[in-house]
């Protein structure tokens, strides 16, 4: 009984202490911040696009509606940065490092306003530098990277409507939902955490039967209507393509789910992922016990796009960077969670807050040997397995293209790859034309490159390890190999590229949906058409 007592009177002494020094506190956290910031924009500036971000740049430079693999936001973030900036590594990415930091700050006020102790507020805004998700990988320019912006500044919203009671606060939700519906599909995950903040609390029922959340409801739609007129003008092309991939049936594999799990644990911390994940539950359970409103948004907002994720593992392999919507409120909830066990003076609160502070800590080193090797490294650690070996060396490829191109008379360049195609059109700025033959669904509603520089010329294949041999089955072309090219990076050949000279055929950037040229991106068994199952 003492030795409790003693715990608990060391621990409110430290909660006091750290109190007296708040305002040092807060200075070394901000500093660390713009530190890590700084060097996340250094990554940015100087590390070469990975092909997504290449595909994305394409995009901006289209006056589309919305595409065909995501609604528009990620290209408007691009078409802005290279505005500023230029058509440059920086400005590709310049608007998802604002939008991160934006995240951090939102993030770390909604935790101020939940508490009333420094502790959490610096946990909210360190937590994300100390994962490589958010520390490194929130550098390159994803569709996630718009969406937790949104998504946090939605959350952040409703906070301040459950904590000021002032129902104008509604607006800006309808705002910020909207923007989020812009941003990436997945986002519909946090619709059961939405729900749970209006409908269970007692106190937040009333709204239903006041005009304001419809007022949102028609901001958001209202918002979201270039992606539906552009869905209905092509067949709900997009939706179809969406649904079709996550609902597709695949044998059940424990290597997938332990390949999430496992990426989990890289990219979020060998501490800290259990830590928030643990932390997140607790605040669940309390939350639904005290009917408080926004210990449940936060908690669900976090965990049921997580527990989707992890069912989808065990037939599908998980994106990298998709969980990036779960863990800044699963941090949130963490912050919330330390806060209230510090407060109760809980025996265990100094160990958990002890495990906390080791994480971050493990956590900032991983990204900084990240960072410097990314930037500085002259070795590829793991060879071709090594993630930024794999999507690097395409300057050299498209400069001997370009020279092959000259020697044999052609005008434009042919690929079925879309990284392939995406990379080539970066390194070479649209100087010739590149078109990808097949999967011509991608480019429903853009612009089709200058005829004049195709039609009955000859073209020259960029043919990788990624290609759809079969693509070309159909075409009747006529295809020479005139070269190779090696694509390397860092003494390690990733890949041998075939070159081709293509006469007799000019590619159909319209094919008709029964075309093997049109069907949808990875799906092998048909074109933009409801998939047989048999």
Not at 54 to 66: G, I, P, V
Not at 158 to 171: E, G, P, V
Not at 328 to 338: G, H, L
Request: net charge positive; hydrophobic share 50%.
């Amino acid at each position: 009984m003492r030795s409790e007592l003693d715990s608990r009177s060391r621990t409110i002494q430290f909660v006091a202490a750290t109190r007296e020094h708040q305002l040092s506190t807060l200075v070394i956290t901000i500093s660390a911040v713009a530190i890590l910031t700084s060097v996340r924009a250094v990554f940015a500036a100087v590390v070469d696009l990975r092909p997504d971000e290449a595909y994305y740049w394409t995009w901006s430079k289209e006056n589309a509606l919305s595409f065909f693999d995501h609604p528009p936001m990620v290209a408007w973030f691009i078409r802005l940065g290279t505005a500023l900036f230029g058509d440059t590594p920086f400005g590709v990415r310049a608007a998802g490092l604002l939008a991160i930091l934006g995240m951090q700050l939102l993030l770390a006020d909604l935790v101020r306003r939940r508490t009333d102790g420094i502790l959490p507020v610096a946990f909210a805004l360190l937590a994300p530098e100390a994962t490589l998700l958010f520390g490194q990988m929130s550098a390159l320019m994803l569709p996630d990277v718009a969406l937790v912006f949104f998504l946090t500044a939605l959350l952040w919203t409703l906070a301040r409507l459950d904590q000021s009671r002032d129902a104008r606060w509604w607006l800006p939700a309808g705002v910020f939902g909207g923007s989020m519906l812009l941003s990436k599909y997945v986002c519909v995950l946090v619709i059961p955490a939405i729900l749970a903040f209006v409908l269970w609390p007692p106190r937040n029922r009333k709204w239903v039967l006041t005009i304001w959340p419809w007022l949102a409801l028609l901001i958001a739609f209202a918002l979201f209507s270039p992606v539906l007129i552009w869905n209905a003008q092509h067949d709900w092309a997009s939706f179809k393509y969406q649904f079709a991939r996550m609902s597709g049936e695949n044998p059940f594999s424990l290597l997938l789910l332990a390949q999430f799990i496992g990426l989990q644990f890289a990219l979020v911390g060998p501490v800290l992922f259990p830590l928030l994940v643990c932390r997140t539950l607790i605040l669940a359970v309390r939350g639904y016990r005290e009917r408080e409103g926004i210990s449940l948004l936060l908690a669900l907002a976090a965990g049921v796009p997580f527990a989707y994720l992890l069912w989808r593992s065990t037939s599908l392999r998980i994106g990298a960077h998709w969980p990036m919507l779960v863990w800044p409120f699963a941090i949130a909830a963490t912050a919330i969670n330390v806060h209230y066990f510090l407060k109760q003076g809980a025996r265990f609160a100094q160990f958990a807050l002890g495990w906390t502070l080791a994480g971050m800590a493990i956590g900032v080193g991983l990204v900084l040997l990240a960072f410097g090797y990314n930037v500085f490294g002259t070795r590829a650690l793991f060879g071709k397995m090594d993630p930024i070996v794999q999507e690097s060396g395409y300057g050299e490829v498209a400069a001997k293209a370009v020279a092959t191109m000259q020697d044999i008379g052609a005008t434009w360049i042919a690929t079925t790859d879309y990284r392939t195609y995406a990379m080539l059109r970066w390194e070479l700025r649209d100087r010739v034309p590149v078109v990808q033959i097949n999967e011509r669904s991608r480019f429903l509603g853009l612009r089709p490159p200058d005829l004049r520089r195709i039609t009955g010329l000859p073209g020259l294949e960029v043919d990788t390890r990624k290609s759809h041999k079969w693509a070309w089955s159909s075409t009747g072309a006529v295809r020479e190999k005139v070269g190779t090219a090696d694509r390397i990076f860092r003494g390690v050949t990733v890949d041998t590229i075939v070159f081709r000279k293509v006469t007799g055929w000019t590619p159909d950037l319209t094919p008709p949906p029964e075309s093997p040229l049109y069907r949808w991106p990875n799906m092998a068994r048909g074109p933009l058409a409801p998939v047989s199952r048999g």
